[in-house]
């Protein structure tokens, strides 16, 4: 008779081994179908590649994930095409390998690229035209684009046309728009999501939707809950916005010394209920004083799109003169020439820089977000400035993002992203680091739970872009239920994500699309449908 040593251990050799044979059936799988319609060259690379080692550290930006990962992707794609997508879900569905799409894969918890069971990436780099028709003003633009490149290829279009995206040029469109994507216009023109006209969806079944044959609910939730639960998107067409000729930056930084927890302080008060046309961004550090002192410098950082110097001026000497704008802080430039300001560029850099893609920037890197809805007191104010002082100076950064304007004007049921009106502001945490991991870790985890009195409640809301599995996760496989999902699910949706779940249900019912923070099926749906309790349409949300 065997010991139960010796049946666990060819248990476990047998499972491995189908494991294996999996994985090998879903390469040969890939390749045939890639070979039938010839197109393996460049598309599929597999360990076996030379260049695969090299793909993967490109496309894996945040390190801290990477050393704590224990799977390789079985494959990379990067397609050229629909059928080269729609090929890679046929070859994933069958033999239950999960895929993960990567646009620009500035994920923060690495879903595009990283996954704790064996995993395919699907890389949109390849897939990145972007075409603008000025007769209507609108853009249909390829997923795997950069947001560099269409504020690039728009500039070039017209001096007059922009698109309300983030500030950072290498974030990817796939991921940005389907999550929602907050400008330094948002408060003039909504989000990105709050602009998208129509998309190109491959779903669980490879077939590719548009916005008439997706229907109402699909291209909702693609507007704001996260793509990757629902399919891969293609590309998102979006109306695009006017912007003036000339518009007026400026970035005046306060210390302690100069009163900035005063400023910080009024500035709650002003920034989401002044003129819509101006956005006044807050960047908190630590940082060496000029008399080598650690103190906290706040830098305030704005665009004002609606008129001139003088106007600005008198705007600010209304609402917030403590901060002492005067005119020579104040720089007329385009709106391009802004990008390359906010995104931190050099003065006078050509504007072409923002094609640059992604590619060589990486560090350990952490970040969270909040909502808030009440101005945070002066004593609390000193709170954070104690903890940025603990860590090392421009380790960790806050940065306090206003809203209001026409992001308030917005329902919180008009697309799956809620943080609409009563919400004065966002805060993104993030600590970058090279070593220690733990000790940076638990800062930003302390300096957190710090914030709690100070922001959103019953549910404490978060920025599903501004990815963080600290505030609640599915299983590694990102299987997972009703319950365990809505612990995060309502703080990045509110009552959003019981329409997400519908929508999921329907559309993706065998969970195909899952990772450790998708929309989970409703699974009590079918076991009610199946036992005939229920009609066809009850779901438990
Ligand atoms: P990535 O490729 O990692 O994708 C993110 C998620 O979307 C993943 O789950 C991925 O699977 C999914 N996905 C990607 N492409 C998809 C597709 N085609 N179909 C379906 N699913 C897809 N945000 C903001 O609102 N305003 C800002 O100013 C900034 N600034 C900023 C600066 C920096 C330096 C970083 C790192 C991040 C930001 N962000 C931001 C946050 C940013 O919006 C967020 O990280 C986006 O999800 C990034 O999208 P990517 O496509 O680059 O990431």
């Known amino acids: 008779m065997k010991s139960p040593c010796i049946t666990f251990l060819f248990f ?7 494991a294996q044979n999996n994985n ?62 729609q090929a890679t879900i ?50 249909w633009i390829q997923t795997g684009a950069i947001l560099g490149e269409l504020y690039y290829t728009i500039a070039k279009t017209s001096t007059t046309l922009a698109f309300t995206a983030g500030v950072c040029p290498t974030v990817g469109v796939g991921g940005h728009f389907s999550g929602g994507g907050y400008s330094m216009i948002s408060r003039k023109h909504g989000l990105a999501v709050d602009n998208i006209i129509d998309a190109i969806v491959i779903n669980a079944n490879g077939e590719i939707l548009d916005r008439n044959s997706m229907g109402d609910d699909l291209f909702w939730a693609i507007r704001g809950g996260g793509g990757t639960s629902f399919g891969i998107v293609v590309a998102f067409k979006v109306k695009l916005v006017t912007v003036p000729e000339t518009v007026i930056v400026f970035n005046v930084a306060r210390t302690l010394e100069q009163n900035a927890t005063q400023l910080v302080h009024k500035w709650q008060y002003i920034s989401d209920k002044i003129d819509e046309n101006l956005s006044i961004r807050v960047f908190l550090k630590s940082v060496i004083s000029r008399s080598s002192n650690r103190t906290i410098q706040a830098s305030f950082t704005a665009l004002f799109i609606g ?30 020439e802004s990008t390359l300001f906010f995104a931190g560029f050099p003065n006078g850099s050509p504007i072409n820089i923002l094609l640059k893609r992604p590619g060589d920037s990486y560090n350990n890197f952490k970040g969270k977000s909040d909502y808030v809805r009440e101005p945070i007191p002066e004593h609390g104010l000193e709170g954070i400035w104690k903890y940025l002082n603990e860590e090392d100076e421009n380790r960790p950064e806050l940065q ?75 299983n590694n496989e990102g299987n997972t239920n009703y319950i365990q ?9 509110k009552n959003n994500f019981n329409r997400l779940v519908r929508v999921k249900t329907k559309v993706d019912p065998s969970n195909f699309f899952r990772n450790e923070q998708s929309i989970p099926v409703d699974v009590s749906y079918y076991i009610r449908k199946n036992s005939g309790i229920l009609n066809k349409e009850s779901f438990i949300v």
């Open 90 to 139: 046929h070859c994933a569905k069958k033999y239950d390998i999960l895929i993960r799409v990567r646009s620009g894969g500035h994920d923060y918890e690495g879903l595009s690229y990283i996954s704790q069971t064996p995993f395919v990436i699907v890389d949109m780099g390849n897939l990145r035209s972007i075409s603008i028709d000025t007769d209507d003003n609108t853009a």
């Open 400 to 474: 306090f993002s206003p809203y209001g304007g026409k992001l308030s004007t917005i329902s919180e049921s008009e697309t799956p992203f809620p943080h609409r009106s009563g919400n004065i502001f966002m805060i993104h945490y993030d600590v970058v680091w090279s070593t220690d991991a733990q000790r940076h870790l638990n800062w930003i985890r302390s300096l957190y739970s710090y914030m709690t009195p100070f922001v959103s409640k019953s549910p404490r809301t978060a920025y599903l872009n501004y990815r963080d599995l600290d505030i609640g996760s599915n």
């Open 485 to 493: 999902a809505s612990v995060w699910g309502f703080k990045c949706f």
């Open 24 to 85: 090998t059936d879903f390469l040969e799988c890939l390749t045939s179908q890639f070979q039938a319609s010839d197109s393996t060259q460049n598309v599929i690379y597999t360990p076996q590649n030379s260049s695969y080692s090299s793909i993967f550290q490109a496309l894996a930006r945040n390190l801290r994930l990477i050393s704590t990962s224990k799977e390789r992707p079985l494959a990379i794609i990067t397609p050229n095409n629909e059928s080269e997508i």
């Open 12 to 18: 476990l050799l047998a499972n491995l081994c189908s």
């Open 307 to 336: 008129g001139g110097v003088g106007d600005l001026l008198q705007l600010m000497e209304e609402n917030f003169p403590e901060l002492g704008l005067v005119e020579r802080d104040c720089i007329e430039m385009s709106w391009i």
